[in-house]
């Protein structure tokens, strides 16, 4: 039976290429759980593919969505937990009030925790090995000004992942560092972050797309879909880079 894999922020960027990926090269059933449908998403369907609308905030939603999975195709055995909010771009001693930062964390952080309680009970009986690919970002070891929610949120990401790899020693759990990657949080960074970001800072997201040297999503994309399904035993609980030694036998020949 082909593998069932749970993808968060699927419409778009990296969750996109990572549903692409796993149905069209690696022929593994795929739940998307997202709040819009994009046309590229919807270009995927086939009978591999159950589309499910919905907040990943919402936990009705991703009940909703565990359920659908379950029905549709009995058990899910990897989750892609991709889905994720940039703003608000603000400074700690600035005036945005408090539940802003409260709502990124909801979006960011909470709905990691809503989706593995609603999904360990199939994780762990999977017959593939259960596994959980948390999507990071290089803003979780480092500070950088004008980003303290999204920064905040990605380090506790990486703390959850390696608390889930303690908790949980049959089911592989691994955060990965996507890299930069060309996608819609990139253009809101060029294109609001100046107000909050330092200038040095912000010039070089603005350097880097101008020089054409952001990523394109799918190779980073690649290591995901093959994370989801194989990653190894020793990489549970690691927080690790896309382009890292740990991750070359995941990136596409």
Known sequence: M???????GASKGIGLAVTRILLQKFGANVVSLSR??????????????????????????VAN???QAIKT?????????NAA????LCRIGDETPLHEWKAHFDVNFFSLVAMLKATLPALRK??????????????????????????????????LCRTLGEEEPDIVS????????????????????????????????????ADGKLLTADGPGHVIASL??????????????????????????
């Open 65 to 67: 969505a565990v359920s």
């Open 228 to 253: 989801a399904l194989r990653a190894a035993k020793g990489l549970s609980g690691q927080y690790v880079s896309w382009d890292s030694q740990e991750c070359a036998d995941y990136r596409a020949e």
């Open 126 to 159: 999977s017959e593939h090995g259960g596994r959980v690919v948390f999507v990071s970002s290089g803003s979780a070891v480092k500070g950088t000004a004008g980003w303290g929610p999204y920064s905040a949120s990605k380090a506790a990401m990486n703390s």
């Open 85 to 88: 909010t940039l703003p608000p």
């Open 36 to 61: 819009t449908r994009s046309p590229e998403l919807v270009a995927l369907a086939c009978d591999s593919l159950l589309l499910v609308d919905g907040d990943v905030s919402d936990e009705a939603a």
């Open 174 to 209: 691994i955060a990965i560092r996507p890299g930069m990657v060309d996608t819609g949080m990139q253009g809101v960074l060029r294109n609001s972050g100046a107000a909050s970001m330092k200038a040095a800072d912000h010039q070089m997201f603005v350097n880097t797309h």
């Open 2 to 8: 082909a593998p069932t894999v749970l993808v968060t």
């Open 73 to 81: 195709f009995s058990t899910v055995d990897a989750l892609v937990l």
